[in-house]
């Protein structure tokens, strides 16, 4: 390592390591004890204040990638997002939010923040004068998602952050389905970055995590929440996300460049009515995403003409797995109005874009050839 600052893989591979002192051993020991002595110690340590060895270690690995001055994990994304909100949310608060976000944050503004007293709007649309719109004397916070889930919309989060700046306004950003390599917010003048550590940080669909970062002021106000609310990760699944974080960069880049070409390849597809892929030049807001991230990211949705049956098709699938979560190496690809819209009302779903021929495929990083040809065994059989 150099005084230069490294670069993104280098972080990946070796910032946020434990030492292993007593063997030198290449990677992080795992320590799983719950008990730390708490006489003469700069730090009392216990699972629960989110500082054990290896709840700090990958906590730094991910602050690092983001850019921030500190992290956090948590046991889901949605204990990190929940978690974040309640510590800066009190009675009597306002939040305005991206009329497309994840079901899951969805249905926690909806079903808990009334019963705390916690006001909310969702913006009609995506373009900052949505949000400013919104905006009340009571507002606290604005929170966005880009690239959305799942029709991979992008909001300009350098306007959002602004904006929210000009009005003194917090913000927060889902950044799960971009990855600290696709896009680092806090550069773009966001106050917390949060992600589902479960997708593209994990990559390998065998772990539940979830992380903050952003400035040492907010994640003590965050720790301080946090560690009431008992959301903390187990330090074997620590030590599993640090090392899956190892490979991260190596990984996206792949997800990156198969999922550009299968976005190309379904855009002129007969079967297909519609594709949801920044990437693309026809994307609505491409020339925002191109400005502000550095890839495009594996995640697309497409539509299928309505003489498709989007059932059969997945069930024609070999190599493309049905499945609910997405970000692994393997290609998965799912319903959003079966599975991560599924609480939504269809009335609603049918408010953000998502019909019952939308398909969310997580593009893994398999040989691009072998996907395409997925593809095809899907669409043999399946239209009506």
């Known amino acids: 390592m150099t005084a230069k600052k490294p670069g993104v893989n280098t972080i990946c591979t070796h910032t946020g390591e434990v030492k ?16 730390y002595p708490f006489m003469d110690v700069d730090v009392k340590r216990y699972p629960r204040y989110f500082n054990t060895p290896n709840q700090k270690a990958v906590a730094d690995k991910i602050a690092a990638l983001e850019h ?10 949605m204990a990190a997002i929940s978690t974040t909100l309640f510590a ?23 079903e808990e923040f009334d019963k705390m007293g916690i006001e909310y709007s969702f913006t009609e649309g995506i373009e900052v004068n949505h ?4 905006i009340q004397s009571n507002t606290k916070i604005i929170y966005i998602e880009t690239p959305s889930n799942p029709l991979l919309s992008i909001t300009d989060v350098e306007g959002v952050a602004k904006l929210a700046k000009r009005q ?57 929440k946090a560690k009431n609310l008992g959301g903390h990760l187990n330090d074997f699944i620590a030590y599993l996300l ?6 991260l960069g190596v990984r996206v880049d792949r997800h990156n460049s198969n999922a550009q070409y299968i976005a190309e390849y379904l855009d002129i597809h007969k079967a297909v009515e519609k594709v ?23 995640m697309l949705s497409f539509e299928l003409k309505s003489d498709y049956n989007a059932v059969t098709f997945q069930n024609n699938l070999k190599l493309i797995k049905p499945s609910m979560s997405l970000a692994g190496v393997e290609s998965t690809i799912l319903l959003p109005s079966l599975t991560s819209h599924g609480l939504l009302t269809a009335e609603q779903r049918k408010e953000i874009g998502i019909s019952d021929n ?27």
């Open 20 to 35: 292993d002192t007593q063997f030198g051993g290449a990677i992080s020991p795992i320590y799983m004890t719950t008990s």
């Open 68 to 77: 921030a001055e500190a992290g956090m994990v948590f046991g889901s994304g």
């Open 88 to 110: 800066f949310l009190n009675h009597g608060d306002h939040i305005v939010l991206a009329n497309e976000i994840y079901g899951g944050t969805f249905n926690l503004i909806v």
């Open 131 to 134: 949000f400013e719109e919104k």
């Open 168 to 224: 003194g306004i917090m913000t927060m950003i889902d950044n799960t389905f971009a990855s600290p390599i696709n896009q680092t917010p806090l550069d773009l003048g966001i106050d917390v970055s949060i992600h589902s550590a479960t997708k593209y940080l994990g990559g390998h669909s065998d772990i539940s995590a979830g992380a903050v970062a952003s400035t040492e002021k907010n994640m003590d106000i965050i720790w301080n």
């Open 242 to 247: 640090e090392r899956s974080i190892k490979t």
């Open 276 to 298: 949801y892929y920044p990437g693309l030049e026809s994307h609505h807001n491409h020339d925002i995403a191109k400005k502000q991230m550095h890839g495009y990211g594996g």
């Open 358 to 384: 939308l398909l969310r495929f997580s593009v893994g990083i398999e040989d691009v050839k072998d996907i395409i040809a997925d593809i095809e065994l899907g669409l043999k059989g399946s239209d009506k």
